[in-house]
C-alpha cells in the first residue's frame, strides 16, 4: 500500500495585541519567527467600540485587552516590517470592523502590496454581540447594512478576504447548548446571506463567490467527543442551507470553512495547571475528524483565568499545537470516524435537533427579530443558569473548582505577580497624547493627509442614502480620521443600540427548596429587609467601562433575584458617574460592580469616591472579574467590601456574603439562619 501524502496542517495563530502597535508589532514578529503562521489581532475595548483613547468611556481601557489602533499611522505601525500581500491576518473586530478592514487595506496600498491578494478575516458578526461580548454600538438594521456593504466590497475587490466569521465561539462562553450554538450561528448566517442577496449589490450568479468566503469561528469545550460531533453537524447544516436556500451547486464553495478558539470559559483560576490538559482536549475535538477539521485553530494559554498570558505562555499554546500537527500522525489519514455508529447517531440527533431551533426563529421573523425580542438573549441567560446550578451542585465536576480540590504547591503560581503580562498604567497616557499629536499635525508633512471633515460629511451623507458605505470609509482613512471620529459620524446617522439583558424573563434556575442553601440566603435576605424596615433589599449590579462580557453580571443578578433581591441590572458600558447616580436614585442597599477587561483599578475607586462624596458611605461596594491578588489587596484597602474573581464559582454563597456585607455596613448583629 502506497503512503498517503500528508495532510497541510491547519493556520496556527495566537490571538494577541495589548498597549501599543509597537508593543504589538514586536510581539507579532517575534511569534511568526517561532511557526506562527497567521496573524491573530486582539484590538482593545475603545477600538472594539468606536471610541478614540480620551473619551471618558476608554478610561482604563486603553491598550488592556488588545491594540489601540485610532487611525491610519496606528495601523501603519501595527504592521512595520510585515508584507501583508504575503500575510493571513485575522482582525477580531466587529462593530468597528469596515473601518479597520479599510485602514488595512490603505496600510497594503501603502506597502505596495496588490489588494487582490490580501487574505485574512475580519470577525464582522454583530449579532453575536447583541447577545455575549457587547461590543455592539449601532442598532441591528444599520450594523446589518454595515455588514452587507462590506461582503459586497471584498467579493468585488478584495476577493481572497473572509467579510464575515460567524461566531458561535462567544455563545458558549455565555452559556448556549451545542444544539443552541449550530441554531443560533446558521440563523445569524442567513440573516446575513438573506441581506446580500437582497441588497441587490451582488448579481443572483455571484452568491457562491459570497457563500464561499463566509467564514465561521466555532468554541470547542472539553466534552470533545460531542464536540467533534458538533462539528460535523454544522457542515452538514450548512451545506443544506446553502443548496436548497441559495441555490448553491459547487460542493467547493458549499463547504464549511471554520476557525477556532478552544474554550477559555472553562479554564480555571485553582489549579490553573489544568487547564493545559484542558486545551489539548478541546484542541483534539477540532482537529481529530478530516472532515470536519478545523482550517485555523488558536489556543488560550494556561493562565488566562488568571490575568494577561506572557510571550512564554502564548508560546507553550502554540508548541502544543505544533506537537499534534508535526510529531504526531494525524495528518497521514482519512477520517477516522467514518463509520462509527456511536458518531453517526450524536450528529444526527444534534442535526436534527438544531433544524428545529432553527424552525423556531424562521418563525419569529429570523436572528435579527429573535434579538430584538430578547429571546435568543434569555435563552442563553436561562441555559448558563442551568450550567452554574450543576456546577455548584457537583453535578458536573470540574477538576480542582469542585472535585480534588486538595493540591501540592504550584512552582508555576508561586509568584502570581510575575506569573502573568501586566500593562503599564502609564500606557493610557502615551497613547493619549500620541492621539492628540496625530490630530494636530496629521494634515502637515510627512503625512499631508487631507483635512477629514469633508470625508466625514461624505460618509454621513452615505449612510443617510443607499450607497456602499465602503468607498466613503476607505476616504475617511485616507484623510487620517480617528476611529471615534469615524465611529461619531455614523452614531449622528444611525444612533445606538442597547441591547436587552436577558435577566428579567430568564426562569428561574435553581428552585428555593426548604434547607437548600438558596432558601437559607433568601431568609438572610428577608431578615435583613425587615430590619432594615424596607419591603425588598434592592441590589445594583452594574458593568463601568467598556467590558461587555456581561455574563458573569447576569448570573449574579438572576441569582440575586431568585433570592429575594430587588435587582437593578442596566446593561453594559457605564460611566461610574451613571453607576452611583443609579444607586441613589434606587436608594439600594449594595452595589456589585463586574468587570473581566483590567480597568477595575481606574474605575472602582472612582465609584467608591463617588460614593463618598454623596455621603452615601452605608453602601457596600462588591467588585467581580479577573482581578489578580495584588490588585484585590489594593481594592479592598480602597474600600471595596469583598472581591470575587472567577475560583469563587458558588453563585448562592456570593449573595450570602452579600448580605452579610449590608448588614455590617448597616451595623446590624450578623444574622445566623438556622439550616
Known amino acids: 500500500m502506497t503512503e498517503r501524502q500528508k495532510d497541510r496542517p491547519w493556520l496556527m495563530r495566537t490571538y494577541a495585541g495589548h498597549s501599543t502597535a509597537e508593543a504589538s508589532n514586536e510581539l507579532y514578529r517575534r511569534n511568526l519567527a517561532k511557526g506562527q503562521t497567521g496573524l491573530s489581532v486582539a484590538f482593545d475595548l475603545p477600538t472594539q467600540t468606536g471610541y478614540d483613547p480620551d473619551h471618558i468611556l476608554a478610561r482604563g481601557e486603553v491598550g488592556r485587552v488588545g491594540v489601540p489602533v485610532s487611525h491610519v499611522g496606528d495601523m501603519r505601525r501595527l504592521f512595520q516590517?510585515?508584507?501583508?500581500?504575503?500575510?493571513?491576518?485575522?482582525?477580531?473586530?466587529?462593530?468597528?470592523?469596515?473601518?479597520?478592514?479599510?485602514?488595512?487595506?490603505?496600510?497594503?496600498?501603502?506597502?505596495?502590496?496588490?489588494?487582490?491578494?490580501?487574505q485574512g478575516t475580519t470577525q464582522n458578526d454583530i449579532v453575536k454581540e447583541y447577545l455575549s461580548r457587547g461590543t455592539h454600538v449601532f442598532p441591528p438594521g444599520p450594523s446589518l447594512r454595515l455588514t452587507t456593504d462590506m461582503i459586497a466590497?471584498?467579493?468585488?475587490?478584495?476577493?481572497?478576504w473572509n467579510p464575515i466569521n460567524i461566531c458561535s465561539y462567544h455563545l458558549q462562553e455565555a452559556g448556549a447548548t451545542p444544539?443552541?450554538?449550530?441554531?443560533?450561528?446558521?440563523?445569524?448566517?442567513?440573516?446575513?446571506?438573506?441581506?446580500?442577496?437582497?441588497?441587490?449589490?451582488?448579481?443572483r450568479e455571484r452568491m457562491g463567490d459570497v457563500v464561499a468566503r463566509i467564514s465561521f469561528f466555532v468554541n470547542a469545550g472539553v466534552r470533545f467527543v460531542e464536540e467533534m460531533c458538533k462539528m460535523r453537524a454544522f457542515g452538514r447544516i450548512w451545506d443544506q442551507v446553502t443548496?436548497?436556500?441559495?441555490?448553491?451547486?459547487?460542493?467547493?464553495?458549499?463547504?464549511?470553512?471554520?476557525?477556532?478558539?478552544?474554550?477559555?470559559?472553562?479554564?480555571?483560576?485553582a489549579q490553573p495547571e489544568n487547564n493545559v490538559q484542558r486545551i489539548v482536549l478541546e484542541m483534539l475535538a477540532v482537529t481529530l475528524s478530516k472532515d470536519a477539521r478545523a482550517?485555523?485553530?488558536?489556543?488560550?494559554?494556561?493562565?488566562?483565568?488568571?490575568?494577561?498570558?506572557?510571550?512564554?505562555?502564548?508560546?507553550?499554546?502554540?508548541?502544543?499545537?505544533?506537537?499534534?500537527?508535526?510529531?504526531?500522525?494525524?495528518?497521514?489519514?482519512?477520517?477516522?470516524?467514518?463509520?462509527?455508529?456511536?458518531?453517526?447517531?450524536?450528529?444526527?440527533?444534534?442535526?436534527?435537533?438544531?433544524?428545529?431551533?432553527?424552525?423556531?426563529?424562521?418563525?419569529?421573523?429570523?436572528?435579527?427579530?429573535?434579538?430584538?425580542?430578547?429571546?435568543?438573549?434569555?435563552?442563553?441567560?436561562?441555559?448558563?443558569?442551568?450550567?452554574?446550578?450543576?456546577?455548584?451542585?457537583g453535578d458536573e465536576k470540574i477538576i480542582g473548582v469542585n472535585a480534588f480540590e486538595g493540591t501540592e504547591p504550584n512552582p508555576l503560581t508561586a509568584d502570581l505577580d510575575t506569573a502573568i503580562q501586566t500593562v503599564d498604567p502609564a500606557v493610557e497616557a502615551r497613547v493619549?497624547?500620541?492621539?492628540?499629536?496625530?490630530?494636530?499635525?496629521?494634515?502637515?508633512?510627512?503625512?499631508?493627509?487631507?483635512?477629514?471633515?469633508?470625508?466625514?460629511?461624505?460618509?454621513?451623507?452615505?449612510?443617510?442614502?443607499?450607497?456602499?458605505?465602503?468607498e466613503?470609509?476607505?476616504?475617511?482613512?485616507?484623510?487620517?480620521?480617528?476611529?471615534?471620529?469615524?465611529?461619531?459620524?455614523?452614531?449622528?446617522?444611525?444612533?445606538?443600540?442597547?441591547?436587552?439583558?436577558?435577566?428579567?424573563?430568564?426562569?428561574?434556575?435553581?428552585?428555593?427548596?426548604a434547607g437548600s442553601a438558596l432558601a437559607e440566603v433568601r431568609a438572610k435576605v428577608d431578615a435583613t429587609a425587615r430590619d432594615l424596615g424596607v419591603g425588598k433589599l434592592r441590589f445594583l449590579v452594574g458593568k463601568p467601562g467598556l467590558d461587555g462580557h456581561s455574563n458573569g453580571a447576569e448570573q449574579i443578578a438572576v441569582r440575586a433575584r431568585d433570592a429575594g433581591f430587588e435587582v437593578v441590572y442596566q446593561g453594559i458600558r457605564l460611566t461610574p458617574e451613571q453607576i452611583v447616580d443609579a444607586a441613589l436614585a434606587e436608594d439600594v442597599h449594595a452595589v456589585g460592580l463586574s468587570i473581566l477587561s483590567g480597568s477595575h483599578a481606574q474605575l472602582v475607586p472612582d465609584v467608591l469616591q463617588r460614593l463618598r462624596v454623596?455621603?452615601?458611605t452605608d453602601i457596600p461596594v462588591i467588585a467581580g472579574g479577573i482581578i489578580p491578588n495584588g490588585d484585590a489587596e489594593q481594592l479592598r484597602a480602597a474600600g471595596v467590601a469583598a472581591v470575587f474573581t472567577p475560583k469563587d464559582f458558588d453563585i448562592t454563597g456570593i449573595i450570602g456574603r452579600i448580605v452579610d456585607e449590608i448588614r455590617t455596613a448597616n451595623k446590624l448583629d450578623p444574622l445566623e439562619v438556622p439550616a
Not at 441554531?183 to 451582488?202: C, E, F, K, N, P
Not at 498570558?309 to 489519514?333: F, G, K, M, N, T
Not at 435579527?368 to 425580542?373: I, K, L, Q, T
Not at 471620529?485 to 428561574?508: D, I, Q
Open 81 to 118: 516590517d510585515i508584507p501583508l500581500e504575503q500575510m493571513n491576518t485575522s482582525m477580531t473586530i466587529n462593530a468597528t470592523a469596515m473601518w479597520l478592514l479599510a485602514l488595512y487595506q490603505v496600510v497594503a496600498e501603502e506597502q505596495g502590496a496588490d489588494v487582490t491578494k490580501l
Open 153 to 160: 466590497y471584498t467579493v468585488s475587490h478584495i476577493p481572497k
Open 179 to 203: 444544539v443552541q450554538e449550530i441554531a443560533y450561528a446558521m440563523s445569524t448566517a442567513i440573516a446575513v446571506l438573506d441581506a446580500v442577496r437582497d441588497s441587490g449589490q451582488v448579481p
Open 243 to 269: 443548496r436548497e436556500r441559495y441555490g448553491i451547486e459547487n460542493p467547493k464553495q458549499r463547504r464549511f470553512r471554520y476557525g477556532v478558539q478552544v474554550n477559555s470559559l472553562g479554564l480555571t483560576e
Open 295 to 393: 482550517r485555523a485553530v488558536q489556543l488560550p494559554a494556561w493562565n488566562e483565568a488568571l490575568g494577561l498570558p506572557r510571550p512564554w505562555d502564548q508560546q507553550w499554546s502554540l508548541r502544543i499545537q505544533q506537537v499534534l500537527a508535526y510529531e504526531s500522525d494525524l495528518l497521514e489519514y482519512e477520517d477516522i470516524f467514518d463509520g462509527s455508529k456511536v458518531i453517526e447517531a450524536k450528529v444526527a440527533q444534534l442535526v436534527t435537533e438544531s433544524l428545529a431551533e432553527m424552525e423556531r426563529i424562521e418563525e419569529m421573523g429570523g436572528a435579527m427579530a429573535a434579538v430584538e425580542s430578547g429571546y435568543l438573549k434569555s435563552q442563553l441567560v436561562s441555559s448558563h443558569a442551568e450550567r452554574r446550578a450543576r456546577i455548584e451542585s
Open 432 to 470: 493619549i497624547a500620541s492621539l492628540r499629536q496625530w490630530r494636530d499635525s496629521r494634515y502637515q508633512p510627512p503625512f499631508n493627509h487631507p483635512r477629514p471633515c469633508k470625508a466625514l460629511e461624505r460618509l454621513k451623507e452615505a449612510a443617510r442614502g443607499t450607497d456602499n458605505l465602503m
Open 472 to 513: 466613503a470609509t476607505l476616504e475617511c482613512a485616507r484623510a487620517g480620521a480617528t476611529t471615534g471620529e469615524w465611529a461619531g459620524a455614523l452614531r449622528e446617522v444611525f444612533g445606538e443600540y442597547r441591547a436587552p439583558t436577558g435577566v428579567s424573563s430568564a426562569p428561574v434556575a435553581v428552585p428555593v427548596e
Open 614 to 616: 454623596a455621603g452615601a
